[in-house]
């Protein structure tokens, strides 16, 4: 909660900065679902495993600063949930989930004017807000070897921060002033939420498609 209050604090004080500048400048929300999974190999030598995907709802806070025409940094505070659900053989399941505050720093390059084709990519951290598990059912995959652990009790310690990489592709229209998008989005973790050494090697990745809407609440002159 501190954590987030820090970032929040932050984004003001970039808004006040940028309003100085008389820049243009849009303030937005943006939501849809994300779909989640970890690839991992439970032991060295062990083959690596996909888990099944975890869809959820996310939603984000947008700040957009247009340093060009059709360029741009664009700042989000994201609610984002990663997970997996593993199968065992039997058709038994484990699922956890785990919650973060994500803050994706990302450029902007736009291709059109009223209709607009637009990648976006950066690097992006987080905290992890809590974490959960919703059903366990087995301890070793189809292979024989160790299935993901849990996070959801006090003894699994998971790791707080995140980092990664995020990159995204969309279509957007002008309406006036403001502006309606619509976005894929892909998220790649290099930390990993394990703490206790039970996971030799884990990855979580995410795909997220999402509608976000924008209000030009600052032009250039």
């Known amino acids: 909660m501190h954590a987030m209050l820090k970032i929040l604090l932050s984004l003001s004080l970039l808004l006040f900065v940028i309003a100085d500048m008389q820049a243009q400048t849009s303030l937005g929300v943006r939501a849809g679902y994300s779909s989640s999974n970890v690839s991992y190999r ?3 030598g062990a083959p690596p495993r996909r888990t099944g995907d ?11 600063q247009f340093f060009a025409d059709n360029a741009g940094v664009q700042l989000e505070v994201q609610w984002l949930t990663h997970g997996y659900a593993e199968q065992d053989t039997l058709g038994n399941v ?6 973060y505050m994500k803050v994706p720093v ?3 390059f736009y291709i059109g004017n009223k209709n607009r084709f637009h990648i976006k990519m950066g690097p992006h951290f987080g905290m992890l807000l809590n974490a959960s598990d919703i059903r366990r059912t087995h301890e070793t995959n189809d292979l024989g070897l160790p299935s993901m652990p849990q996070y959801g009790r006090e003894t699994d310690a998971p790791q707080r ?18 502006t309606v998008q619509a976005e894929l989005r892909f998220g790649y973790e290099f930390g990993r939420p394990e703490g ?5 090697d884990m990855n979580f990745s995410s795909l997220e ?4 809407y924008l209000f030009a609440v600052i032009r250039r002159p």
């Open 54 to 64: 975890v869809l959820t709802p996310t939603y984000s806070f947008v700040i957009e």
């Open 161 to 178: 921060f995140m980092y990664g990489l995020t990159g995204g592709v969309g279509l957007s229209r002008l309406l006036g002033r403001n």
């Open 42 to 44: 439970s032991a060295p």
């Open 94 to 99: 484990n699922e956890s989930r785990l919650n």
């Open 209 to 212: 498609l999402t509608l976000s």
């Open 196 to 200: 206790l050494d039970r996971v030799f």
């Open 106 to 108: 990302l450029s902007n």
